[in-house]
């Protein structure tokens, strides 16, 4: 359903309808961990240095150490799948099929602010990091 690589290029992420994540070795082939939390199928991932942020349709998001496989964080109060995730600036953005946005302290997992006003599902998710915001201000 959905995967991803670490930030050496080294090791694989799938995310599976099983409700786990799987890490591999992608030079061997090896299964390194399996990653057990969700409740239902895993639909995206984002992997920020050593953390993996997951969304499942068990309606939460995870945060993830992907070296030890531990879940740290989970979002929780979404009504619907977390559809797609991003991260900026300690900030984790979940867009669901309940139609929010919402930001969490990526660190407490508290809900920070809900974007509420899309008609369906919120497939995709681009947040803007502060460092881009003042070059692009600076530029123009």
């Known amino acids: 359903m959905c995967m991803g690589v670490d930030f050496n290029g080294r090791t694989l992420f799938t995310g599976s309808?099983?409700?786990?994540?799987?890490s591999w070795d992608l030079i061997k082939g090896?299964?390194?961990?399996?990653?057990?939390?969700?409740q239902s199928g895993v639909v995206c991932m984002l992997i920020v240095g050593k953390i993996m942020y997951t969304g499942s349709s068990d309606h939460t998001g995870r945060g993830?150490?992907?070296?030890?496989?531990?879940?740290?964080?989970?979002?929780?109060?979404?009504?619907?799948?977390?559809?797609?995730l991003k991260y900026s600036?300690?900030?984790v953005f979940t867009g669901c099929g309940d139609r929010?946005?919402?930001?969490?302290?990526a660190?407490?997992?508290?809900?920070?602010?809900r974007f509420v006003g899309h008609d369906e599902c919120v497939a995709c998710v681009q947040v803007r990091t502060l460092l881009?915001?003042?070059?692009?201000?600076?530029?123009?």
């Open 64 to 84: 993830w150490v992907t070296e030890f496989g531990d879940c740290t964080r989970v979002y929780k109060g979404h009504e619907h799948s977390v559809t797609c």
């Open 132 to 140: 881009e915001a003042v070059w692009l201000q600076k530029r123009w």
């Open 17 to 22: 309808s099983d409700a786990t994540v799987r």
């Open 30 to 38: 090896d299964e390194l961990h399996v990653f057990k939390g969700h």
């Open 100 to 105: 929010i946005v919402r930001a969490f302290d």
């Open 107 to 113: 660190k407490s997992g508290l809900l920070k602010r």
């Open 89 to 91: 600036d300690g900030l």
